[in-house]
């Protein structure tokens, strides 16, 4: 057996106190002298940020050279968790070579509003998809012996006064939106540590937060490793360890007072004492990918991986004319500072220094394309430059295609501040306009980290590849999309909308005095807008591709040996001469609630791909979780008894096939009590005996009939069995009496 870090047993009170708090900025607390190493924690999520070794805390520009790979605004895109995975890995290896313990990320906090400024980092405005992809990062990284940190816990979905602002959200909305992605990835992949959030929740800093920290994430959920807080958000370091919270990061220098606060009772000694244990569980952990120094990651294997995964993320949007792919001969224009300088990820403390950079321009010129390049405008925020616009105009005149490149620059949106607009900066689309004058064949390449309006520009486009945030091979990705040496595949995470004021968040954003009311509940993204019929750009789950798929043969067949769960099977045949790759879908549907629900969500897909003329049939089980709402009454999970339909898609509107299953249900009862309406007692077993013997009661004359006329059960159905008596006089009164005394008597 190999040599273990001794237990937390071993160490004093007061190197307990010192284990639950940093090193410094960026290293765990040891204690060598125990043989607790003191290693290295770093930044994410999308690559390796380790600050050089000159650098202070707030640098975060300068680090040692990692693979960029694309941040998740573009990675969820892909709908692709085994790639995923294979760049989880890939970024394993890097932190080996540079000894770094644990990477902090990824980050799923969900896109409550297409806003938010850290949106770029987190996966989707669906729960399902942002943990079905971002576990694949967790598995990867920990498969290499590198810890992971998911973040941010939970409901940091805004940067507008994200240190103190208190999230006031429901329970059901925080049970089926804001905690499936890390209820997911705990649950599959047990990450070794997890990030909590600065903001409070309902009115609790998350750090301190013990129903979150310890009764939701350990007791439910089983999570095994350590909670650490986010740099700066453990504003009460006695309170956060009562509350689960391990590692306070960075150190305040206060670890006297946990030492006091055991001393005199104020912490529980074995609730510090398993609090060090998790931080010496970590190390050992870690301890066999940190000796193996002098390991050198594949640099060049690394970067094509970058490639291939940036090239998944790109989502064609509109291709008329079939414009794209383009010839091989074309004579085109690229017209946007964005081809030489590219936007390739956030701002902010995930800013990665990459191991090379691929600008469009640099692989056009790499393959020898016919590409003449005109900036057209800075990505300063400045007044336009009336010569630039010239010059696009000049460029594109006599090209064949135009290639326009527009977006957002980093001073548009960044962690730290939340975007006050959709649109792209005017002057870009003053450039745009411009060329659309002198030439109609315009290919439009965004960049951004979120989504952007599509209108009034998108009238002057034949095709729109959204690319988002593409990582260091990005150019290189693009070139090959562009001339059909990939093929799009991409699909979105995230709803495009008309406008922000369709999103049903801002009836609350970004919040006052000091809070901000989830409103909407459970009706984030295409929950909504799908729900309510609200016209959008393009829906959540779109995404063309230069080959073209049918579905059919869709099944959807209820399991007769496990309750409450569905097998679906269909189709997917390409029905084209190119070679690629297609989502299938599947939402659940249900068609009556007791609660209000969405009209539908995703609950399963599969990417595949496919040769020309090829078919291949996929199966997804749908378990009992796919067809439940949490259920405030009940405290848990309810599935109800009654028909559900299956759709089977490539986009939330784009339905192939509709099935109906109709499931049994979980058959959650509560206790009835004098509180419980008419129709409650009724639709309960026990209480519909309860009330037959009522009414033998009444023949008896023991008590009175309960009138049955139209006028009076259109009042009691919905009625507390206990104001009969408003309606029926003292004789109701016994009529309450009488099925509470019975229910009594056959429940004991």
């Given at each position: ?163 103190r602002i208190s999230a006031r959200i429901s329970q059901r909305a ?286 002057h486009a034949k095709a729109v ?284």
């Amino acid at each position: 057996m190999s040599e273990q870090y001794p237990s937390a047993q071993d160490p004093t009170l007061e190197e307990q106190a010192s284990l639950t708090s940093g090193q410094d900025a960026w290293h765990l607390q040891g204690i060598p002298e125990k043989g607790i190493p003191g290693y290295m924690i770093t930044d994410g999520p999308h690559g390796l940020r380790k600050a050089l070794a000159s650098t202070t805390a707030t640098n975060l520009n300068d680090s040692v050279p990692a693979t960029c790979f694309p941040p998740a605004a573009g990675m969820s895109s892909t709908w692709n968790p085994q790639l995923i995975h294979q760049v989880g890995v890939a970024m394993g290896e890097e932190c080996i070579q540079e000894q770094v313990a644990v990477i902090l990320g990824p980050g799923v906090n969900i896109k409550r509003n297409p806003l938010g400024g850290r949106s770029f980092e987190y996966w989707s405005e669906d729960p399902y998809l942002a943990g079905h992809e971002a576990v694949g990062i967790v598995s990867g990284v920990q498969s290499q012996g590198i810890g992971t940190s998911l973040k941010h816990f939970a409901a940091n979905n805004q940067e507008t006064d994200r240190l103190r602002i208190s999230a006031r959200i429901s329970q059901r909305a925080l049970r089926e939106i804001y905690f499936p992605a890390f209820e997911h990835i705990v649950k599959t992949a047990q990450p070794w540590t997890i990030m909590c959030s600065y903001n409070q929740i309902n009115g609790v800093h998350s750090a301190q937060n013990r129903w979150l920290l310890t009764d939701v994430l350990r007791g439910e959920w089983g999570f095994k490793g350590i909670v650490m807080s986010d740099w700066g958000a453990d504003h009460d370091r006695v309170a956060s360890l009562n509350a689960g919270l391990n590692l306070e990061m960075p150190p305040s220098g206060t670890d006297n007072q946990i030492v006091y606060a055991a001393q005199d009772g104020r912490i529980d000694r074995k609730q510090l004492a398993a609090m060090a244990q998790g931080m010496i569980d970590l190390v050992n952990q870690t301890r066999q990918a940190m000796s193996r120094e002098g390991y050198t990651f594949d640099a060049n294997a690394h970067h094509q991986l970058a490639r291939q995964a940036a090239a998944e993320s790109v989502v064609l949007l509109k291709n008329d004319d079939n414009i794209l792919p383009l010839a091989p001969t074309a004579n085109i224009a690229i017209i946007g500072e964005f081809a030489r300088t590219p936007r390739y990820q956030g701002g902010g403390s995930s800013h990665i220094t990459p191991t090379r950079m691929s600008s469009l321009i640099d692989a056009l010129q790499e393959r020898g394309a016919n590409a003449q390049f005109a900036p057209g405008f800075t990505l300063e925020d400045e007044p336009q430059d009336a010569a630039l616009t010239q010059e696009a105009v000049t460029t594109a005149q006599h090209a064949d295609v135009v290639v326009m490149c527009i977006g957002l620059p980093e001073y548009a949106e960044s962690e730290g501040f939340d975007r006050t607009t959709l649109d792209i900066p005017a002057k870009q689309l003053a450039v745009l306009d411009a060329v659309a004058q002198v030439n109609s064949n315009i290919v439009v390449i965004l960049s951004n980290g979120s989504v952007v309006s599509m209108e009034p520009w998108q009238q002057h486009a034949k095709a729109v590849l959204e690319a988002w945030l593409l990582g260091q091979a990005g150019g290189a990705a693009l070139a090959d999309l562009l001339y059909g040496d990939a093929n799009p595949s991409g699909k979105l995470a995230q709803t495009i909308i008309n406008d922000i004021n369709d999103d049903p968040s801002m009836l609350n954003w970004p919040g006052e005095e000091g809070h901000v009311d989830y409103g909407e509940g459970v009706f984030v993204g295409y929950r909504y807008y799908d729900t309510f019929k609200r016209q959008v750009a393009y829906p959540f789950g779109y995404g063309l591709s230069y080959s073209t798929f049918a579905i059919d043969q869709v099944q959807a067949v209820a399991d007769a040996y496990q309750p409450n769960t569905v097998q679906v099977s269909a189709r997917v045949t390409n029905t084209s001469d190119r070679a690629g790759a297609e989502v299938l879908q599947v939402y659940v549907a249900p068609e009556q609630s007791a609660v209000a629900r969405p009209v539908h969500e995703l609950k399963g897909f599969a990417k595949v791909y496919l040769e020309a003329g090829a078919s291949t049939t996929v199966t997804i089980e749908l378990d009992s979780r796919a067809f439940a709402y949490w259920s405030e009454r009940f405290n848990d999970w309810h599935v109800e008894e009654g028909t559900y339909t299956v759709e089977v898609g490539t986009s939330s509107r784009d339905i192939a096939a509709r099935v109906a299953v109709t499931l049994e249900g979980d058959h959650k009862t509560l206790p009835l009590t004098e509180w419980s309406t008419y129709d409650e007692w009724k639709q309960d077993i026990l209480g519909a005996q309860a009330m037959k013997a009522a009414e033998e009661a009444a023949e008896r004359g023991e008590i009175i009939a309960i009138p049955d006329n139209d006028m009076t059960a259109l009042f009691l159905h919905a009625m507390p069995i206990n104001s009969m008596t408003t309606l029926l006089g003292p004789e109701g009164g016994k009529i309450t009496q009488f099925l509470l005394d019975w229910y009594e008597a056959h429940t004991k």
